[in-house]
């Protein structure tokens, strides 16, 4: 029998690539690449592959969430401001049938108000708010556990 090495799709959506740049005072000084490795490690310390995409374009995410009905058994997204406006990402997640935690860098409840509401957080499993680029460790060892039935971290 062969042993299948879970996978989880980190998606960032539009301008989190220009992270370390933009506001750093709201989103701190770590880049995109940062990120995806701190979660390709946190991945592999549980026993788990990541693929990582980042667009600014709403239609090329949608396909991404599209595509890991067959190649991923989980996904971390950061929808950036396309979770304030996206009903379209909010069924492509639903339609795919994966567990889903949705991530973000700040705390969106003490910005401005429209950031409070999120179209993602109801197809979510976990919604991970305000905890830094951590936020994206936080939420693939959640889904690890899920995915591989154990704990990840020393917490």
Avoid: K
Avoid at 13 to 32: F, K, M, Q, S
Avoid at 45 to 60: I, R
């Amino acid at each position: 029998m062969t042993h299948h090495t879970p996978s989880i799709l980190v998606i960032n959506g539009p301008n989190l690539n220009l992270l370390g740049t933009r506001e750093p005072a709201v989103y701190g000084t770590a880049t995109l690449d940062d990120v995806v490795r701190l979660a390709e490690e946190s991945a592999q310390a549980a026993g788990c592959t990541t693929t990582a995409m980042q667009s600014n374009h709403e239609g090329e995410l949608i396909d991404a969430i599209h595509a890991a009905r067959g190649t991923a058994d989980g996904i971390v997204i950061n929808a950036g401001a396309f979770t304030h406006t996206s009903i379209a990402l909010r069924d492509a997640l639903a339609a795919v049938g994966l567990p889903v935690v949705e991530v973000h860098i700040s705390n969106v409840h003490r910005r401005e108000d429209f950031r409070a509401h999120s179209y993602i957080s109801g197809v979510a499993d976990a919604v991970i708010v305000g905890a830094g680029i951590d936020g994206y460790r936080l939420a693939v060892d959640h889904l690890a556990r899920r995915l591989t039935g154990h704990r990840t971290s020393e917490a």
